[in-house]
């Protein structure tokens, strides 16, 4: 009987998680905004793009205080507290006239939402599943990504019949409610498993402890590199396909969806792949499908067919980093701290969100920045095979 209410209670953590994750992953839809908002407002695209940038670096940022907040007061309230932070920026963002405005609601109010969030259904489930970290977080953050899928069309229709700045309005009102269903759901284990599970070391690190260790920073300039690729091309997904490969605006459209699905897939399988065959050969495999890829998309870029098929496996390359970090994270440096541990390294996330405009803007043609992101790609490759666990604190 008490198992049943045990199994129960995980997949009412997983399905609370999966909600909240579904509607902060509606970022990643972004890119059916940038042209609206530039007809709408005369706005460059690159000054509306940096609205995604900023929200995604702010979000990362916000994780390392979400973090340690929810190990503190659990995870419940954190995610309440970010739902409707996130709800709010949408509202505000709805009410922009002005790029200030714009940033201050979806980039500032709608990414400290989204900081708070993110980390709560990971750091919840992970001490559910303590056996399954690899594709209980493929799951979490796969719905994440999915969240974009999700959302596409029906925002595509609602900013095409009441304009964009209604479409954030009711995006707001959607995710408020949603997102607080599912926040309800989010509790800690009682009795906790973690004697049961299955680590790299023995002990726990603290953050301060995790910081003195030549782990952590190869595992942040991984992290780093292999987030670089895809949000570039997510969040220009459409632009790309429209501007670069030259589609109709029609069929550009259909990149977001496909980015999306590859999104979430590539955070399922990935994420699976990595609890049988190893975290750091999956991250090695990874780079090695996203250097040739954003090395095809800089050489060949005018034949739909082969955008699509670069676009998925670049996505679902990313896709399957934000799904195993979190994994190798409570391998090397344990459970107990791993909403601090966690937003210190998924800074590597944030910072590559600035990066990818920095590097768009220090080249010519978008084509030269995936062919430097491809480069990087290989030294990412490299890096993998220098990783080593830490060693335990004693």
């Keep these: 009987m008490q198992r049943n209410r045990d199994e129960t209670k995980r997949w009412q953590v997983l399905f609370g998680g999966v909600l909240m994750q579904l509607c902060i992953g509606g970022i990643y839809t972004w890119s059916l905004f940038n042209q609206p908002l530039v007809d709408a407002f005369g706005w460059e695209r690159t000054e509306v793009y940096t609205a995604y940038s900023l929200i995604v670096f702010i979000f990362a940022l916000v994780t390392i205080y979400s973090g340690r907040l929810q190990d503190k007061i659990g995870p419940r309230k954190v995610a309440t507290i ?34 708070m969030v993110y980390v709560c259904p990971l750091s919840t489930s992970l001490k559910w599943y303590p056996k399954k970290k690899g594709m209980v977080t493929g799951i979490i953050v796969g719905a994440f990504g999915l969240g974009g899928f999700v959302f596409n069309f029906i925002l595509s229709y609602l900013i095409q019949r009441i304009g964009v700045s209604q479409t954030f309005l009711v995006q707001g009102l959607v995710y408020a409610v949603v997102g607080l269903i599912g926040a309800q759901m989010l509790k800690v284990p009682e009795e906790s498993e973690s004697n049961k599970k299955i680590l790299v070391n023995e002990n726990d690190f603290n953050s301060k402890s995790m910081l003195k260790t030549r782990t952590f920073y190869l595992l942040w300039i991984i992290y780093f590199i292999g987030s670089l690729s895809g949000l570039v091309v997510i969040g220009l997904a459409q632009d790309i396909a429209r501007d670069v490969v030259g589609l109709t605006p029609q069929i550009a ?48 870029t005018h034949q739909a067919i082969v955008y699509f098929i670069v676009l998925v496996l670049i996505v679902s390359s990313f896709g399957g980093f934000l799904a195993t970090f979190p994994a190798i994270t409570s ?18 996330y944030g910072v590559a969100s600035l990066a990818g405009p920095f590097l768009l803007g220090l080249t010519s043609q978008d084509t030269q920045a995936f062919f430097i992101a491809s480069l990087l790609a290989v030294v990412g490759l490299g890096l993998t095979l220098i990783v080593r666990p830490p060693e335990t604190t004693t």
């Excluded at 391998?331 to 590597?348: E, H, P």
């Design 331 to 348: 391998d090397y440096f344990g459970t107990y701290y791993f909403g601090s541990n966690y937003g210190l390294i998924y800074q590597a």
């Design 82 to 115: 970010g739902i409707l932070f996130f709800s709010v920026g949408l509202i505000v963002a709805s009410m922009a006239r002005s790029l200030a405005v714009l940033y201050l609601g979806y980039s500032v109010l709608g990414g400290i939402g989204v900081g």
């Design 253 to 300: 459209g259909y990149s977001i969806a496909v980015a999306a699905v590859a999104n979430a897939l590539g955070r399922l399988g990935w994420g699976a792949l990595s609890d049988v065959y190893g975290r750091l050969r999956v991250f090695s495999l990874l780079f090695l499908i996203t250097a040739l890829s954003m090395l095809t998309l800089s050489l060949w």
